[in-house]
């Protein structure tokens, strides 16, 4: 079963609403509850690490650093049910100290609370999330606005059967879901990558038709091969769902129908530029999500900052 050894959370406390009950004191309240849900409900509890950035512009005198550190402790830290915690206060640009520890630290996950309403209503996720999911090679969990109770929800998994990550996000989403005794479920929107040429040919009706079943036969039988033994395994009964459309509508679909208080997916780099493409379905279903989202990289994703 796979755990997470090294946990790096990530807070902003420069921001004067820091805290707030009501708004940003939600935030604050179920970041603290998944660190400490995660940090309890593994065999081997994990190393956890908080840390906070003072944005370059700020002035860098030792009461700045001090102050920081003096709110991150009695606002954050005192709500963590995790032992001892590392606290660390670093001055320069968020995204890019966070990532610099992850890398000098070799954290396997970091988690932020960085969801704000948007003009609309709606959930967005701010920039620090953005690029951490974008940049940072380790996966991230960016938590909801509002604390989910223990054991309520269900975790879902949505996953492309050509895609690097689909494994690890498997094997994550089983191990996740026996640690935190919730359901799992797994979501496929299947492709028809011919489809298109045999439109185009006026390939006759009944015969793109088999061609789409043939696909998802296909599919389902894939699903089962990479699932069937990571439920038996991690002691959890898995659910299938496939699904037409656009894939990130089915997954924020998929996410109030199956009650997830959890989706893990996995990212995709691409366009030669190294850590800046996800992909547009993880990007849009990350940005409209209510609940959790954890997002994993692809095996051979390169990192593009450095020590």
Known sequence: MQEFSKILVTVDVTKPSFGAPGGPGQQVEALAQVVS????????????????????????SDDVVEAARKSLTERFVSLLDVGDVEVLVKVGVPFLEVIREVLRGAHDLVVVSARRSGKSGGEIVSNMATQLI????????VTPRNPVPQGQGSILSAIALDHGPTARVLSLSASIAALTERKWNVLHVPEYPLEGGMRLRNVAAGEVQSYEEECRKEAWAELHT???GLAAEAGVEVKLWMAEGRPSD??????????????????????????????????????????????????DFVCPVTL
Do not use: F, Y
């Not at 081997?44 to 840390?51: D, F, K, N």
């Not at 974008?134 to 991230?140: A, L």
């Open 37 to 60: 849900g995660m940090h309890k409900q593994q065999q081997r509890p994990a190393q956890v690490t908080v840390i906070t950035v003072v944005p370059e512009g700020q002035p860098r």
């Open 134 to 141: 974008r940049k940072c090679p380790c996966p991230v969990w």
């Open 226 to 228: 990479l699932t069937d």
């Open 250 to 299: 089915q997954i924020v679909e998929a996410e109030d129908k199956l009650e997830a208080a959890l989706i893990v997916l996995g990212t995709i780099n691409r366009g030669g530029l190294a850590g800046l493409i996800i992909g547009s379905t993880a990007e849009s279903a990350i940005a409209r999500a209510r609940s959790s989202v954890l997002a994993v990289k692809p095996d």
